[in-house]
């Protein structure tokens, strides 16, 4: 009889025990943000005609305002951060999620083979097209071979003489990927654990930063685009100015501020989210129109644009349509972004980014055209240019990135990585 009392007692201890005990938080449900994905493609899009601009019309004017690549792939940057912290970090909390990057070599790889299979198969494919063309440069083998290892590993950002070999564009994913290896471990955790006061101050330090560095290429360059950057590509210290745009370093940064923007919003509170959302259309409109001031006497270099202007109010724009986007009557312009016929086209925004360049070389580059056409396509066949460009993006999607086996291939060689990388990103 004693012995039962005794257990009796015990289970009533532990029952109130647990009845102390809080009921556990639910987690909040992340809504999934169309128009998000959908702002891809008003960057995606001029970037494909910038590059090639010049093969499409003999204007100056239009060459000016079109030939802008350089401040538009920032906001690439920074949605690519806006992204990675949404997905991977607490709404209405301070803190990432833990099981998200529990494994940070993992979460590093996944992110990586998110984009890598893509260039690997474009890289591959158009190999012979890449070295041909260096051959009739007289590159040595060796000059080849290095440039071959840069693009496969993507590490050619760190060259800035290298920056823009074979698939131009791609330097992107080079920088994206150092920016990629940060965020598990010194990134994202550390803005995470950030309030509102403390984001605000630090996307201010990270402005400041980036325009430093800006303002200091501009010193030793020139500040305007006119002498700076002209259409022509002829630019005064190309070298440093490769340094200004493609190093990585200058990527994290914007790639950070992303995080800094959706972690402001993701701590809204009730009375926050109580509030009429400001219409993002403005901030649109005024990041894109800072791409006028080419046209004027205040034709800032590309540098300064990207740094003053238009990223700074994109990263506002974004935050703004974000709000908008859950609030009861979101805007147009969050509509429009947010309409299917948008979010299929901001699907294609990453294959438009990997097949315009070598597309754009079949046509265009003089040594390839006209090896193949005799000479390179005349003004009136580049519309035909975007459409194929469009199309094969759409079928390069369609079948490459959406495909179940190369996302399951590209899971397995993430988790082998991970295996061969375990320790590097903490201490294990």
């Known amino acids: 009889l004693a012995h039962l009392v005794w257990e009796l007692a015990c289970g009533y201890e532990v029952m109130a025990e647990a009845a102390k005990k809080p009921e556990a938080k639910p987690v909040a449900k992340k809504p999934r943000l169309d128009c998000i994905d959908g702002c891809r493609f008003a960057l995606v899009f001029p970037i494909v005609v910038a590059h090639f601009a010049r093969f499409g019309t003999s204007n100056l004017t239009a060459l000016k305002l079109l030939t802008q690549e350089n401040v538009l792939v920032g906001g690439f940057f920074v949605i690519s951060g806006y992204v990675s912290a949404y997905t991977s970090t607490k709404l209405g909390e301070r803190g990432v999620e833990t099981k998200k990057v529990a494994n940070p070599e993992l979460f590093f790889w996944q992110r990586v083979m998110a984009y890598y299979p893509l260039h690997f198969v474009s890289s591959a494919i158009f190999a012979p097209m890449f070295i041909w063309a260096e051959r009739q440069f007289n590159s040595t083998w060796n000059m080849i071979a290095f440039r071959a290892m840069l693009n496969f590993t993507m590490l050619q950002a760190w060259f800035p003489k290298e920056a823009e070999i074979w698939n131009q564009p791609t330097w992107f994913l080079s920088a994206l990927t150092f920016s990629n290896l940060t965020m598990p471990t010194f990134v994202l955790p550390q803005v ?189 066949f580049f519309p035909f240019y975007l459409a194929i460009v469009l199309g094969l993006s759409h079928l390069v999607n369609e079948y490459f990135v959406k495909s179940k086996k190369v996302s399951a291939i590209g899971g397995q060689v993430a988790q082998t990585l991970a295996g061969w990388t375990s320790g590097i990103l903490r201490d294990s």
Do not use: C
Request: proline fraction near 6%; avoid cysteine.
């Open 192 to 380: 995470a654990q950030l309030s509102k006061g403390g984001l605000n101050k630090l996307f201010y330090a990270l402005t400041g930063i980036s325009l430093l560095q800006k303002v200091s290429y501009s010193e030793t360059a020139r500040f305007h685009s006119s002498k700076e950057h002209p259409v022509d590509g002829k630019v005064m210290h190309p070298l440093i100015w490769n340094l200004t745009r493609f190093h990585p370093f200058w990527a994290l940064m914007e790639m950070t501020m992303g995080i800094v923007a959706v972690r402001h919003v993701m701590l809204d509170t009730e009375e926050d989210k109580k509030k009429t959302p400001m219409n993002p259309v403005w901030l649109f409109l005024a990041a894109y129109s800072s791409l006028l001031l080419r046209l004027t006497q205040f034709d800032f270099n590309d540098a300064i644009i990207r740094g003053v202007l238009f990223v700074p109010l994109f990263t506002k724009f974004l935050k703004a349509m974000h709000r908008d986007a859950l609030s009861k009557e979101p805007s147009s312009i969050t509509k429009f972004f947010g309409s299917k016929p948008m979010a299929t086209l901001g699907s294609l925004a990453f294959p438009m980014f990997i097949v315009h360049g070598p597309i754009g070389q079949i046509f265009y580059k003089k040594v390839i055209a006209r090896k193949l056409w005799g000479k390179p396509m005349p003004h009136s």
